[in-house]
């Protein structure tokens, strides 16, 4: 007998998945999560085991089987700093579709849970906020990365370190979609450049020759891989980049790029954005708080505070945990990670994304050695 799916309307053969991963339940309870722009169809999910009991919840992903199969290995290879055994994830299919299911299991009998980026656009308390990425950084991920480490040194040119990243990246493309006429005028009034200069000068951060700490990381830490449940608990999902040799700082710079770009107000003022990339810069190591009462003065300047609040501690955990030797280097990494965001075409705010990546390369361009001066 076909699965009985609450309220939602699935395909026989993502209804087929469903039903192996409830060991033929006659029914069960989906949520669609927030998810991003991998295309992978992903639910919190709860099913009966018996008259009496229901199964704890858990997370089902569904995308093609090659990946699914790909992100299972990536598990496998890092359980042990999950600190989860192996078969806590269990994978299904392939359908006649070729799709596979990825369960995500013992997520608990009361965890009702929304994406980190859902509980950041609607907390108001900032406090929260702080608490909230405080604790992903300081437990959630203590493992995989700890004060304490040593990690692996590699000697490298900034584009072998972010390889990957920039594999899509075609700014000129991305500026089309968007208005390539209005953003070049937008570009030029703010900050008196163009994409062609902008292209020139990521072309030299990627050829610049540094030393990268290497080590485990989940690869893909932005706001809608992390779940949060009423009561603060956290959990990670969609390890289809973890791995167990990539640059530190990967897990900090993408969780920076999805608090600006997927959880600020769509409809916030560009100025204000724009605001808030330099107030993070004016409040870095020092006393914060007037900085951001510049941006709870704003239209949406409270939704801009927290964001600006949580950047702040990403980036101080950061240079606590050695994923980057020092804020300028972490600079570097987040314009190419930024330019390598801009051909996502869902969640993020692509227009604000391109004018943080061109006040990004000026910052660059101010800065005497790697001392900060203010402009």
Known sequence: MPITCEHILI?????????????DAPEVKLAPMDKGA??????????????????????????????????????????????KKSDDFQIYGPSKANKGLLRYQSFGSDFKAKSLRE??????????????????YQQRLSEWHPISSKPCIKKLKMKDAAHGWLTTMDLNAAAKEIGKESLEQSLKEWYLTNLVDMKKEIETIKNMEETFNFGTVHGDLHTQNVLRDNNGRLQLIDY?????????????LM??????FAVTPSNARLADLILLDASLDKSYGTPSKKYYKQLENLLYGHELAKVARAVHIVREE???RKAVNDIMQYKKGLILLTAGLANVRQVLNRVYLFHSLAYQLRFLKIVDGYSIKQR
């Open 318 to 320: 950061a240079i606590k």
């Open 119 to 136: 509980f950041l656009q609607t907390c108001k308390s900032i406090a929260i906020v702080e608490k909230t990425i405080k604790k992903l």
């Open 11 to 23: 395909d026989n053969d993502t209804r087929w998945l469903i039903q192996k991963a409830c060991g």
């Open 240 to 252: 289809a980049w973890a791995s167990r040799e990539k640059w530190k700082a990967v897990d900090f």
């Open 255 to 260: 969780m920076e790029c999805s608090l600006k």
């Open 38 to 83: 991998s295309g992978a169809k992903v639910w919190l999910a709860q099913f009966p085991l018996n008259k009496n009991q229901s199964s704890q919840y858990c997370v089902f992903k569904i995308h093609s089987y090659s990946k699914i199969q790909r992100e299972h290995k990536n598990i496998q290879e890092v359980t042990t700093v999950l600190q």
